[in-house]
């Protein structure tokens, strides 16, 4: 649990990206002691200007681990050291790992730092060629493992993501498109008037959700999702003034092969039309969903039966890094991790589910060795 303990100890909360350079060197040190080349590849400044998705006053540097221990690896595992914000309401100290009953507590142990324990305890006496890539920004679209892929760093044949899962296999995922819509009214002296924004946006809000909304949550099976003011911004921070300026994010879940763009911007234009607010819509992230059933799906599967007595290949309601590597590398990709939780209070992973999934990895590369 030390390992774990560490990892979850840097506070890694994304937005808006601090300590990544710190758990890379963590992590480099770490993979250097079992024997793999270990190299930290900076992001470059410009390519996170263009994909970062949420507006923040200091930009930290993006870093991403790469560990080899042969230069012909054609079995590549992918995982993200980046976490949410805790949010409210933990019983813990969402930075101190504490272990209660058998689960361990903290924030990122199930999304997904108990995933790269498990693949570094898989990894660890291995004498198959893998690599490893530990990446940012997986919180915020994915940006780490898009640039990976996006600079030609790797082009790996099979992909293994440690997303929280377990017991489940996920061959592909649904997509996500995010962004914000800014309500323009006219700002004013709150004792004199104005056009409020936040009052128009509040509308335009509700109305969204009631009509496109419940249009979106009758796709899908998992259903599909909307959610409005994940966050928000103002133009105003005080109480005497009428905002002339409010905006509330948008984040769409997407089918494989779904086009959602344009239904989009024109069902909000509609309804904007309709209750005759202003506004303005920026599309931040779009990112889109993928469904693969490959032979290494039928591995994965047949090693999880063998090792956990139970899986069922899915479909995941929640986006991953899978996505990049399918579209630009044409990997086959696959999902297991010990977790089965994210993005709650008092997030919490089994500790035998890691050592289990560990062993599940094992049993994939040796499969893979041996097909």
């Known amino acids: 649990m030390k390992i774990l303990s560490d990892l979850v100890s840097f506070e890694t909360v994304n937005p808006p ?9 963590y992590l480099k040190d770490l993979f250097s002691e079992i024997g793999f080349s270990v190299e930290i590849i900076e992001i470059d400044d410009e390519y996170v200007r263009k994909n970062y998705i949420y507006d923040v006053n200091e930009r930290y540097k ?3 681990v790469l560990a080899k221990n042969d230069k ?6 992918n995982g993200h050291y980046d976490v949410v914000p805790p949010g409210e309401g933990w019983i813990t100290d969402p930075y101190k790992l504490k272990i209660i009953d058998g689960f361990a507590y903290g924030r990122g142990v199930s999304d997904m730092k108990g995933g790269i324990v498990s693949m570094y305890l898989a990894l660890k006496d291995v004498k198959v060629p893998v690599e490893i890539s530990l990446v940012p920004d997986e919180e915020s679209g994915g940006i780490g493992t898009k640039y990976l892929v996006d600079t030609h760093k790797v082009s790996p044949k099979y992909v293994i993501i440690g997303e929280p899962s377990f017991p489940n296999i996920f061959i592909g995922h649904y997509g996500i498109i995010r962004g914000l819509i800014k309500v323009h009214g006219k700002q004013g002296h709150a004792s004199i008037g104005g056009e409020n924004a936040f009052i128009n946006a509040s509308k335009l809000a509700l109305e969204i959700d009631r009509t496109y909304g419940e249009k979106v ?5 998992p259903p599909l999702s909307l959610n409005l003011g994940g966050y928000v911004v103002s133009s105003s921070n005080n109480d005497g003034i009428i905002p002339g300026e409010f905006g509330f994010s948008f984040y769409r879940s997407i089918l494989p092969g779904e086009e959602v763009r344009e239904e989009l911007e024109d069902n909000v234009k509609e309804i904007a039309s309709r209750l005759n607010v202003r506004y ?4 931040k992230s779009l990112v889109p969903g993928f469904y693969q059933d490959s032979t290494l799906a039928k591995i994965g599967e047949e090693c999880a039966i063998k ?8 479909i995941s309601q929640l986006r991953f890094d899978g996505v990049f590597f399918n579209k630009y590398c044409n990997s086959e990709v696959i ?11 008092n997030e919490k992973i089994n500790i035998k589910n890691i050592q289990k999934v560990a062993e599940v990895y094992k049993c994939i590369i040796n499969s893979m060795k041996m097909s």
């Open 280 to 283: 303005t819509m920026e599309i």
């Open 17 to 25: 990206g601090k300590n990544y350079l710190e758990i890379s060197k």
């Open 307 to 314: 090792i956990l007595n139970k899986t069922e290949k899915i």
């Open 72 to 77: 012909e690896a054609s079995i590549h595992f």
């Open 217 to 221: 949550r009758r796709k899908g099976n």
């Open 62 to 64: 993006r870093s991403i």
């Open 335 to 345: 999902n297991i991790g010990p977790g089965e939780e994210a993005h709650v209070p």
